[in-house]
């Protein structure tokens, strides 16, 4: 097997059937990313619900400024990237999505449980992500805590692979580089 391949596939804890023909099982790697894809998704959701339902109020009352203020402080973010700063006009705006998930779950001040898809009412001051509950927040610190631990198994396998790939790819880049440029390495 290519180990460039089996690196990526140690890495995302993923099983393969046999050579060539992987399975994408659902690996802790695998299923952090989904849960990150599916919290971006959630935040343009919310950003444009908010964002339709400042530009309808605004459509019957266009010279209101309190609107105008909050159509052009809409945050992009359902939680923000840093510690709310009380002359922050994005986090001032008093528009709440009107919204439901994919399980019925209407949207709360943050948008939906990173964790469990609850509304979010919450958020965690550490990964800035939203939450429902501390019981949550912490099964997320968990859940990053195991992710940024070395592979169980063939642990110096692994390292050992991970450098050869390193290697390999790097000669790769330097190939492609010289084609760039008429130089060969
Ligand atoms: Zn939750």
């Not at 948008?111 to 992500?129: E, H, I, P, Q």
């Not at 992710?147 to 190939?175: G, N």
Request: charged share 30%.
């Amino acid at each position: 097997m290519n180990s460039t391949f089996a690196a990526v596939l140690d890495q995302m804890n993923m099983d393969y059937v046999d050579i060539g023909s992987p399975t994408m099982k659902d690996g802790p790697v695998e299923r952090y990313i989904g849960s990150c894809l599916r919290h971006l998704v959630d935040d343009v959701c919310i950003y444009n619900q908010k964002k339709v339902e400042v530009e309808t109020d605004l459509k019957e009352d266009p010279e209101n400024d309190n609107l105008k203020f909050e159509l052009e402080h809409i945050p992009l973010r359902s939680v923000p990237a840093s510690s709310l700063d009380p002359n922050d006009g994005n986090y001032r705006v008093t528009y709440a999505a009107d919204l439901e998930n994919e399980r019925g779950n209407p949207a709360g001040l943050f948008g939906w449980c990173f964790m469990c898809r609850l509304s979010a009412n919450l958020y965690c001051k550490d990964t800035r992500v939203p939450v429902c509950s501390v019981d949550c927040k912490l099964k997320h610190a968990e859940e990053l805590e195991n992710l940024a631990k070395p592979p169980k198994t063939q642990e110096v396998l692994a390292t050992t692979m991970y450098i050869d790939d390193a290697l390999e790819i790097f000669e790769y880049l330097c190939k492609m580089s010289g084609k760039d440029t008429g130089y060969v390495c």
